[in-house]
């Protein structure tokens, strides 16, 4: 948590099967955290079943990947969910400068 705070991600991209720790429980605390609430997350797994992609997306997850996944569909995911998150913080930034005007 600390370092994606520490480097304000434009995305995370996670895997659920972690050895220290579950990877359904760091998207809620990834969710819960105002620093890292709103920056998309892709969730890679090797589970297929739709219960748990239906867990991840439940608790936050924006896309979720089974592996091991084609590298160019990764790298078009990541862009397109990254690019949505700029320009997303631009638009408030310019509605806040708007406002304060």
């Known amino acids: 948590m600390e370092t994606a705070v520490g480097l304000q991600p434009t995305l ?54 089974v592996k091991l996944p084609d590298r160019i569909e990764l790298i078009a995911r990541i862009r397109y969910h990254s690019a949505a998150y700029i320009a997303h913080r631009q638009r408030d930034a310019a509605y806040a400068a708007l406002q304060r005007s």
Do not use: C, W
């Open 12 to 65: 995370i991209l996670q895997d659920l099967v972690m050895p220290e720790v579950d990877g359904l429980t760091l998207v809620k605390q990834f969710r819960a955290h105002p620093a890292t609430a709103a920056v998309p997350m892709i969730v890679l797994s090797s589970k297929e079943e739709a219960q748990t992609k239906a867990e991840a997306f439940a608790l936050g997850a924006n896309d979720y990947l």
